[in-house]
């Protein structure tokens, strides 16, 4: 029975063990006989399946985007609570303010209703909240 390493490769069952190698090197756990027949180091920055992953990683292959953080779901609750605000004290422009914060945060979500159409939608909806959020500060200056 053969394992799987952290890289989604098999691993052999006497890769598991420590063995002697020429010259008295000592191979670990998980460590790969290079194509020249030397050892080609264990599994860390310097070994070429990390360098491989790192290399997929950089080309955006397997690395998948959130899409809302921590950051942006306490603003979304505090974008809400100014929108609450502005309602009771029935204030415009906090309510414009408030409004566009909200749409702006959530263009990335309505993006994905139309995978085909996700930039234009992303787009469209974060120039129409920025123009919203325009709109609130010059109303509260006129």
Known sequence: MAAVDRFGREIDDDQFNLTFENGGHVRMLGERRGASGGVSG???FHSPYFREAMAELRAGQSAVKPVRT???SA???IA????CYGLLAMD???IYLAFSFIIYAFAPTLGKLSPAHSA???Q???TFSVTTFVGAIVMAMV
């Open 124 to 126: 469209a909806v974060r």
């Open 70 to 72: 921590r950051g942006l």
């Open 75 to 77: 603003g979304l609750v």
């Open 120 to 122: 234009a939608i992303q």
């Open 92 to 94: 415009i422009p906090v």
């Open 80 to 83: 809400a609570v100014v929108f």
């Open 42 to 44: 264990s599994e860390s």
